[in-house]
């Protein structure tokens, strides 16, 4: 097996884990099947942005449980398409869908394969939170949204600023720049047990603490994004988080955090739309 080979494996395996973990916690699973309008609070703050998606045709990649998927299929859709790495996710995934009344096809690929696993072309490609950390090139992973769009198709990513992954985990000193900006060929691997969500009392157990993980800049997204032939639509960088990565530090506003204090230090997400040219 290669070295790019194993890192897969190795996140494989940590998010079959953690697919696991996340639907025990909970995860926004009940709001969405018992509630036939409900969207994910990522879907929804991006509405506008995603537009009309009335009879197109849609691939959401790195799907996880498809919370975000079952959201889009939601906005009138002919055909979604969820792509994910983590066999246990998607297992996971399709009795969502089925209870939530949506029709989901679940494609069990790394994204590099997706065009290979997947037939046909999309009107939308849709990917958010928590993606561009597990990929190693950035430059590639942009050829493999151009592959996947039609002529027109258009493209949405809200992801984890590449600032706020530079931080280290102990801020009792303030805010540190300790992890690279820049994309590198070797990942940062952790090995840690548990998720980002809080750990339920009877939580599955959790084996595959190991994970690779790469930061990619804002200039090198941007340059793979119009390198693949994409037009850049537009580009925002937010002080809000999905998540709080220092609890202590950080308030919650609604379903989103900041910084307690002068938030307009650190973009903490990015979102960005571009479109193929038709
Ligand atoms: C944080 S989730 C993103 C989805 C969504 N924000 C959510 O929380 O439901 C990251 C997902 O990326 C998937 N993933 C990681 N590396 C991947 C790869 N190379 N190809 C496809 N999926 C990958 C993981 O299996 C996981 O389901």
Same mark, same amino acid.
């Given at each position: 097996m290669s070295t790019r080979e194993t890192w897969f494996e190795d996140n494989r395996a940590n998010w079959d884990d953690r697919a696991a973990l996340h639907e025990a916690s909970g995860y926004g699973i009940e709001?969405?099947?018992?509630?036939?309008?409900?969207?994910?609070?990522?879907?929804?703050?991006?509405?506008?942005?995603?537009?009309?998606?009335?009879?197109l045709d849609v691939i959401h990649l790195?799907?996880?449980?498809?919370?975000?998927?079952?959201?889009?299929?939601?906005?009138?859709?002919?055909?979604?398409?969820?792509?994910?790495?983590?066999?246990?996710s998607l297992r996971r995934a399709r009795p969502i869908a089925d209870r939530a009344g949506a029709d989901i096809e679940y494609v069990e690929a790394n994204v590099y394969d997706a065009r290979a696993a997947v037939g046909g072309s999309f009107d939308f490609v849709y990917t958010s939170l928590g993606v561009l950390c597990w990929l190693p090139d950035v430059a590639e992973w942009a050829g493999v949204i151009a592959s996947l769009l039609r002529p027109g198709g258009r493209f949405l990513i809200r992801d984890d600023h590449p600032m706020l992954m530079t931080i280290g985990e102990d801020v009792s000193d303030g805010l540190r720049i300790e992890q690279p900006y820049f994309e590198r060929h070797e990942?940062?691997?952790?090995?840690?047990?548990? !998720?980002?969500? @809080? *750990? &339920?009392?009877? +939580?599955?157990?959790?084996?595959?603490?190991?994970?690779?993980?790469?930061?990619?800049?804002?200039?090198?997204?941007?340059?793979?994004?119009?390198?693949?032939?994409?037009?850049?639509? !537009?580009?925002? @960088? *937010? &002080?809000?988080? +999905?998540?709080?990565?220092?609890?202590?530090?950080?308030?919650?506003?609604?379903?989103r955090h900041r910084l307690r204090e002068d938030p307009d230090r650190l973009a903490m997400q990015f979102v960005l739309t571009a479109h193929r040219p038709g």
């Open positions: 709001e969405l099947v018992t509630d036939p309008a409900h969207l994910s609070p990522e879907v929804a703050q991006d509405r506008d942005r995603i537009g009309d998606l009335t009879g790195q799907c996880h449980l498809g919370i975000d998927t079952v959201s889009l299929s939601r906005l009138g859709t002919r055909r979604v398409v969820g792509v994910d790495l983590s066999p246990e990942p940062l691997t952790w090995d840690e047990v548990g !998720s980002y969500v @809080e *750990t &339920p009392q009877d +939580a599955p157990e959790f084996t595959h603490g190991v994970n690779h993980q790469w930061s990619h800049s804002i200039g090198e997204i941007l340059t793979a994004v119009l390198g693949a032939g994409l037009v850049l639509d !537009s580009f925002e @960088e *937010t &002080p809000y988080s +999905a998540w709080t990565p220092w609890p202590d530090l950080m308030v919650r506003e609604g379903e």
